[in-house]
């Protein structure tokens, strides 16, 4: 079972849409958990860290089931700037990150 | 300017040939590491440094070697490169201190090897 695992999508919605996709982990004892952005070629930037009680960053919102070893991602508004791919980040142990393979979301006007 | 900076960007090279790709950063983070991304997959540790003089292999370090020659500079060598060395790339430093910081990522190296 791999350690993170995410839907790749494509998740195609139009502007001003809502959007929203999980990620699940497999280690329960992970202590951080972040959600990336990673463009077509582009190296992958930190977009949020996920916290326990759940966050917003702007248009986002990230979401935390440790019952259920789960992160969701949700966008709202979506802008043609969002389209990108959104990788899933957990942290096992100290220094390690274990990636998903990430979820792609393409915004059309 | 960059604040992880890898060279080179793109390479294209021969199966038996060494190749060495580098990494510098200007965060003043005492952590390196080396990744490879491959379509379909998460992005795959190498290595990774927590100082100087400190080296630690990650999950697939098979083939590769690295040097931490300073604390802004990680490199990664391919001895003898082989096709399905053929990924992304990518170099990334974090702060030691606080558990689990996020990291950060160089621009990433684009490596064919025919």
């Known amino acids: 079972r791999k350690e993170v695992e995410q839907d790749p999508g494509p998740f195609n919605v139009p502007e001003g849409a809502t959007v929203a996709f999980n990620c699940t982990y497999s280690n329960s004892a992970s202590q951080s958990f972040f959600w990336y952005r990673q463009d077509c070629r582009k190296e992958p930037k930190l977009l949020m860290s996920v916290y326990s009680s759940g966050n917003e960053d702007g248009r986002f919102t990230a979401q935390l089931n440790r019952a259920s070893q789960y992160i969701s991602l949700l966008i709202r508004d979506s802008k043609l700037s969002d389209s990108a791919t959104y990788l899933c980040v957990v942290c096992p142990n100290d220094y390690k990150l274990s990636f998903g393979a990430g979820t792609t979301v393409t915004v059309r006007a | 300017d960059a604040d992880v900076t890898q060279t080179p960007r793109n390479r294209i090279t021969k199966t038996g040939k060494r190749i060495m790709l580098e990494c510098s950063q200007t965060?003043?983070?005492?952590?390196m590491y080396w990744y490879r991304q491959d379509p379909g997959l998460g992005l795959r540790l190498i290595y990774y440094?927590?100082?100087?003089?400190?080296?630690n292999k990650g999950e697939i370090s098979d083939g590769y070697s690295v040097s931490r020659q300073a604390q802004a500079k990680f490199s990664l060598s391919l001895e003898s490169a082989i096709p399905n060395q053929t990924a992304l790339y990518f170099c990334a430093t974090s702060p030691t201190g606080a558990p689990n910081q996020p990291q950060h990522f160089g621009d990433g190296t684009r490596l064919s090897i025919l």
């Open positions: 440094s927590f100082d100087v003089k400190d080296i």
């Open positions: 965060k003043g983070h005492d952590r």
